[in-house]
Every structure is written in structure tokens, then in C-alpha cells.
């Protein structure tokens, strides 16, 4: 099994800047991709960034040029730094991964429990 451990949300002015982190742990043989998603009340969740193991990423159109994900692949940790933060950021945002477990092999994709991020003066 694989866990997702994510930290950084809370409440932050507009303008403001937050750093989300998520780390991975278990038995995990490999991960290929690690990204953001979040869900605002009353909306579908949506892919805010996204980062695969060769580095290569691709962002929401709503947060370009504002959002920044970046991972460490020897610690299986995932960031989002996220500048000039709006209202309509305001979402729960949740951490993935999916790749390969050890010993079995087998693919798994994960999420983490979620973070709030309140953008509110």
C-alpha cells in the first residue's frame, strides 16, 4: 500500500503565496507521475498540475504563470508552490501518485486525505 501525506494548506490573503507539500511512503517500487487536484464546493475536482518522474509537467490554464510543481524523486515528495493566490482558488486540495509497488509489482494510483486552501481577506 501506499500512503500520501500532504501539508501546507490554510488561509492566506489574496495576493498571498502558499507551498503545498506531499510525501509518499510504503512499498513503492517506482512512481510516474505525482500531481495536484482540487475541488472547490459544489464543483467537479480538477487537475491543478502535474509532474511525471522525468520532470516533464502540465498545469490547469486557470493557474499558469501563478502555480509551480516541482518534485524530489529520491524522497517521493511533490510541491506546489503557489503564488498570487485568488478567492477562486479557495479548494480542497488533494495529492496522486501512481506507479509500481514492491514486491507484487502491481500499478497503484493514491490519493491523499486533502488540504484546505482559503484564499479570503
Known amino acids: 500500500q501506499v500512503q500520501l501525506v500532504e501539508s501546507g494548506g490554510g488561509l492566506v490573503q489574496p495576493g498571498g503565496s502558499l507551498r503545498l507539500s506531499c510525501a509518499a511512503s510504503g512499498s513503492i517500487s517506482s512512481i510516474n507521475a505525482m500531481g495536484w487536484y482540487r475541488q472547490a464546493p459544489g464543483k467537479q475536482r480538477e487537475l491543478v498540475a502535474r509532474?511525471?518522474?522525468?520532470?516533464?509537467?502540465n498545469y490547469a490554464d486557470s493557474v499558469k504563470g501563478r502555480f509551480t510543481i516541482s518534485r524530489d524523486n529520491a524522497k517521493n515528495t511533490v510541491h506546489l508552490e503557489m503564488n498570487s493566490l485568488k478567492p477562486e482558488d479557495t479548494a480542497v486540495y488533494s495529492c496522486?501518485?501512481?506507479?509500481?509497488?514492491?514486491?507484487?509489482?502491481?500499478?497503484?494510483?493514491?490519493w491523499g486525505q486533502g488540504t484546505q486552501v482559503t484564499v479570503s481577506s
Open positions: 509532474i511525471t518522474s522525468g520532470g516533464s509537467t
Open positions: 496522486n501518485a501512481d506507479g509500481w509497488l514492491t514486491p507484487s509489482r502491481r500499478a497503484f494510483n493514491s
